[in-house]
């Protein structure tokens, strides 16, 4: 996931990412250190304090996490918070948010339900990710905004201090409505998974009155902006899987190493040999696939979301495999708590439906093919 001119820079990157979240182990990373190390400032223009780099270093560290199975809103926070932000037009509202964000004391979220993917096709299509995309209706005064919706499995809801919610004005323009959580008619409510690493929260509200500044279109030009949103999402996911994928099989590797059975290392074994080569198989095909697809979203190539959909499919499914595979290879250790591979297996189960199911983006993917 690096191109040449800057592999030393993306090598140095990846250290410094595990070094940090290693020091977190299974504790949730604290977030004042991810925002001193710049992580929250990667694709922020300069103007606003930021590093003004691409999705190609994002995913570098979205990777890393899903490596150490972290605990840290940081992927909601930076693939459709920062996103969503930096595709908005200017405002006061926007920028004020953009600059706390990059000095850790706000974090965005955007409200993209998790557990729907989009229909093939354009803005409407992609609206429905968020199960009812509120819709803004001016008061009779004028003077007020209302806003009113509900979005399911919205990631780190409950731990974001602002949320960005899509909706539409009455005149039909498309944009995105600041709120901080907390506000009078906005509720977020827990909603538990599998994985315990990670949360998410149903958000709903009821007539919620917004300052008209609260409300900011997407800047002229943004081809289907939601859509790109729903992407960065969807490979997000993947980058995590793939993380995982690759931590389950260096252990693995590791642990064949040195158990012994029958007086030899179970590494030795063909079949324990034959389990590990195709863990690296769909691994390496893994890498190559989301390699591809953050390549095709940071340049921002039209057909970039095909990319995307393919990472995503053989990903999600990959890394369950690659984490199943690594709990029966451990034996017995494997199965116990203390060994903590069961992280990483929900982690992987849950990556595998989150933003959609490799069925649904095989579907998908058929669909926009047959539109052509």
Request: contains cysteine; proline residues 4%.
């Amino acid at each position: 996931m690096m191109s040449g001119d800057f592999g030393e820079f993306h090598d140095e990157l990846r250290t410094v990412a595990r070094e940090l979240l290693g020091k977190a182990g299974d504790a949730a990373v604290e977030w004042k250190a991810l925002a001193g190390a710049g992580w929250t400032g990667l694709e922020v223009a300069a103007e606003f304090d930021g590093a003004a780099a691409t999705f190609t270093e994002t995913a570098i560290l979205l990777e890393e996490i899903g490596r150490a199975a972290a605990r840290t809103p940081y992927p909601a926070v930076a693939t459709t918070g920062i996103g969503a932000l930096c595709l908005l037009e200017p405002n006061t509202r926007r920028d004020v948010v953009l600059r706390e964000t990059v000095a850790g004391t706000a974090r965005p979220v955007a409200v993209l339900a998790g557990n729907t993917v989009p229909a093939a096709g354009g803005e409407t299509a992609c609206a429905g990710t968020g199960g009812i995309v509120p819709t803004f209706e001016l008061d009779q005064t004028g003077k007020a905004t209302l806003l009113s919706g509900s979005a399911e499995f919205v990631l780190d809801a409950p731990s974001a201090t602002v949320l960005l919610i899509p909706a539409r004005a009455a005149d039909g323009t498309l944009g995105v409505a600041l709120a901080d959580a907390g506000s009078a008619g906005l509720e977020i409510t827990g909603q538990p998974v599998v994985d315990e690493t990670r949360i998410f929260g149903k958000v709903t509200s009821w007539d919620m009155a917004l300052a008209p500044e609260s409300f900011v279109p997407f800047a002229p030009g943004v081809a289907d902006p939601l859509r790109q949103l729903y992407d960065r999402a969807v490979l997000a996911v993947a980058c995590d899987s793939l993380g995982l994928a690759a931590a389950m099989l260096d252990a693995t590797i590791g642990y064949t190493r040195v158990r012994e059975q029958f007086g030899r290392p179970i590494g030795s074994f063909q079949a324990v040999k034959h389990a590990c080569a195709d863990m690296l198989v769909e691994l390496t095909i893994a890498r190559q696939l989301v390699a591809a697809a953050v390549t095709a979203t940071a340049a921002g190539t039209p057909d970039s979301g095909r990319s995307v959909s393919m990472a995503k499919s053989f990903t999600g499914e990959a890394a369950v495999r690659i984490a199943g595979g690594a709990v029966q290879l451990h034996g017995g250790i494997g199965y116990t708590w203390e060994s903590g591979l069961h992280r990483y297996l929900k982690r992987a189960t849950l990556d595998r439906a989150l933003y959609g199911s490799p069925a649904d983006h095989r579907h998908a993917l058929a669909r926009s093919y047959g539109n052509h």
